[in-house]
């Protein structure tokens, strides 16, 4: 009987382990994918000489297409897949259904893209007409920025700051949040003043992009466990 009892508590601890790697994987593979995309967009630029372009999404007319939205598709699927923390009673705000917010967001973005070239339409932007198709795409950009900064000044912080870790983590996992607000927020004063135009040359739509992305690919490869040496460096006292 005990040696049944403690095969079934073998099986039951090997199942949760599995599911640990399986959280960790995903997160991993969400930060991953984060870091990938404005890479591969720079080293098109650099190896095309074309330069970069005015923004992240603007390289849904470029040969970059299927990367871009390759790219934000694999994220909309791993983030709908996404589980986390299961929800307390009563609670609004939760992995759940904030994974399920940017998938969506990240899926139109891909879908939806922003005007461009006079080249065949994607189904949306027939059905809705390029205007309505680039406004949504711009409202779904921002509700996925936002998303992202949600898990990272709310979601992921929670829990005792029982360790010198876990405080490293919260303290990058803030940083990393308003990071995103802030550069999201400084794109939307661009586009309301009409400095993205101004200062087209410098690219800074899509740098603060980029920033915001590389933000939250961050946040998810240390919840991911994925960045220990940075986590335990700034344990350190």
Known sequence: MARGTGMKDGGTQKAQNDLVLSFLAVRRAIGGLGYFLPVALMVFAILSGRGLGTSISAYYYSPMRDVFVGTLIAQAVFLWSYEGFRPRAGEIVSDWLTARVAAVAAALIALSPTSGPDIPCTLLQCVLGPVVAGWLHLVAAAVFFL??????????????????????????????????????????????????QQLAFLRPVFVLETVATFAFATSWAVKGDALGPLVRGMARP
């Open 147 to 196: 998303a992202l900064a949600v898990f990272c000044l709310v979601l992921f912080v929670r829990g005792q700051e029982d360790s010198a870790e876990k405080r490293a983590s919260n303290r990058i996992y803030r940083l990393c949040g308003w990071v995103i607000l802030g550069s999201i927020g400084l794109i939307g004063v661009m586009f309301l003043t009409g400095l993205d």
